[in-house]
């Protein structure tokens, strides 16, 4: 009997990077765990962590580990474009006085969300979008809802959604010539909408732009900065959630218990909150080292970058007890892949609500094209650290 062809099915993932997009990388992500606490790793040129407790010590290091090379603030590929002003700004990707300075406003206007409010909003969205093919619909639903819980108006949102998914596209090291013009384009138009709809005083009550600017002095003028951190609230919306949602989709069509879970309201925020677990959408961060620094017995040198595997520490059986089981009711889940510590998500409940709805939504109006798009099988979108399908 001749042995089969090895597809991407069966051979292991040759680096964390690829991994992402594997079909099935937690087995290579245990033997990673089970490897030593920091592995260097000479084709990336980068230290992996993929442990719980490890990750966990590297996204407290603040001091000695930052978001973004010291060399490198703003990718080149956008340094001088409007993309690179935005990401410049952006909360996520800046340390110290760039990083306080909006990061508070942001997290208490998403932590007052009214979360019944912003499943309704999604729900409405998922409306919105039926005409769309259901892998774009997996983007459109949780933006829109952003968008028009920052204060947009209906007809604004396709839009809106349309310039964000090219915004998006342009910060990706994969991106493309085209890709990098198109952003430029679609950034511009995004500030010029923002700016607009700041000028609109007073933010319309109940809005999130509202609560982002609560704490202003009434008059004041949107800050450029500002006005970019709120593009970001988009930004950090788009991938991450969709892959959220569609891997949803797929932990009901595999996982018994997601799809017996699935059945209530409450079951579907359960099935959401372990699939962010268990596959998650955001595989892998990274960390660059701005001064020596210990970390589990290794010294890691000014100029390093690390990789932390936020979706191996998820399976991590020292942090969550029979990890590799899709349980919807696990007691005291832990999870890494919102990150930790200073730059941690604060949108983590939005964006567990906006995929619980999207669920509910595709899974009630589209059900019949959702199973037989998932009996096709799918694919992953290209990416060094999104898990995001596509179903075609
Ligand atoms: C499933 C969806 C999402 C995932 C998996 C996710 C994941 C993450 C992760 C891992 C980080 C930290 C990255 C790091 O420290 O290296 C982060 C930061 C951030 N996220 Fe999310 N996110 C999601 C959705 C959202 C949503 C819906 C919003 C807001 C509308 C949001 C807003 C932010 C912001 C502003 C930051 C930067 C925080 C800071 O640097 O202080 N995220 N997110």
New binding site residues.
Partial sequence: MSTPHPTLETMAPTDPVKAVVHPDPYPYYATLRDGPPLAWNATLRLWVASRAEVIETL?QAHGALR?RPAAEPVPRAIVGQPAGEVFGHL??MNEGAA?QAH?PA?QRA?AGLDLQGAHATALEAATGTRALPLSDALFSI?LRA?ARLLGFGDAALPRVDGWMRDFVACLSPLSSEAQLRAASVATAALMARFEALVADAPAARGTLLAAVREAEPAGTPPSRALLANLV??LS??CD??A??LGNGLIAWRREPAAREAAATHDGLQMVVQET?RHD???HN?RRFVTEPVDIAGTTLAAGDAVLLV?AAANRDPAFNPEPDRFQPLRARRRML???HG???????A??CT??AAGLEALLGERRAEVERLLERGWRYRPSVNGRIPQFD
């Avoid at 200073?342 to 983590?348: T, V």
Wanted: net charge positive.
């Fill in positions: 996204l978001v909360v996520r990083h990061r942001l998403l949780p952003v970001g609230l950090q919306t991450a959630t892959g959220l962010a998650p959408s955001v961060t936020l892949g919102f990150g200073l730059h941690a998500c604060p949108g983590q939005l964006a906006l995929a």
